[in-house]
């Protein structure tokens, strides 16, 4: 018999069971096949057996699973799937000190907080600095925590209102010849940030502010001329924008204003050889002092896990394409030089 197979025992209070353990002991499941250990449930223990090491690995993963779960937490295949990676770095205990960070909770009681430890640097340096740009891949939270954190400065009276704003690059320039109230013209554009708000503030609350003008929703064209006071500004789908287009919204921001500007930029719809205002502000800002840049990654992603997988594949990708086009550049510029000789 092998000598570093171990025997070790977890009590679990019975009513917290089915969410620790997951729906036909989904979680379970997921532990044993990662650890390469085997987990018996019976009477509010559970048994795990397995090489010393996995054991021990999967002892601290329940433990913070428990742990979740004793704070009033629902344990999703997302929460085991991280608690998981993190102790392949040795921070699993990190999942608890995110769940402490309570930004505000949805209109249906549901807490709002950073999933992960790399939305929880974000969250940080958004309370910390004047303008913050979240970047990274869809379903990393850029957006909807952004949202989060400017409802509940606006209800804590820190600012006067939110301003929320993307470029409509599908109209351009000319949303004033679609047919239509502005409203009808800009909503398709715009209805990502709407999902968010009514989430969280509730329609009834959100529709009431609106008329108040307290909470803005509009294309980043509308911004021009203005200046923005005392208000929380959120420019969504950044990549999509120009470097004019950029400097113009940056400029608008005025004294007592908060401003996070999100975006991904593997996903530019600009047209053909335009630049990404977002690709510039990166170069050009990086060493302004009240500005911090906050990159998110396909470990920051909290949608299905196989959202997950989608995006590290394309990451991977990608990564091999832009290989292959500098290595065609650097072909070109050497097959130039030798037919000058």
Known sequence: ???NIIECRMDFPAEHEKNIF???????????????????ARDGQLKIIGDEANVHQAEKCLGQLKELSLRGNEITAQDVNYVLALSMEDQESAIVQLDSDLICNTINGRPVKPKTIGQKKYVDQIRGNMITFGIGPAGTGKTYLAMAMAITAFRSDEVSRIILTRPAIEAGENLGFLPGDLQSKVDPYLRPLYDALYQIMGAESFQKNMEKGLIEVAPLAYMRGRT???????????????????????????FGSKVIVT???????????????????LQVLKKVEGISFCELTSKDVVRHPLVQKIVQAYEVYEKHSNKQVRGQNYNHKNSKKGGRR
């Open 1 to 3: 018999m092998n000598n």
């Open 22 to 40: 997951g729906q036909f002991d989904e979680h379970v499941k997921s532990l044993e096949k990662t650890l390469n250990v085997s987990l018996i």
């Open 228 to 254: 923005l006071d005392n208000a929380y500004i959120i420019l969504d789908e950044a990549q999509n924008t120009t470097p004019a287009q950029m400097k113009m919204f940056l400029t608008r921001i005025g």
């Open 263 to 281: 975006g991904d930029v593997t996903q530019k719809d600009l047209p053909m050889g335009t630049k990404s205002g977002l690709d510039v502000a």
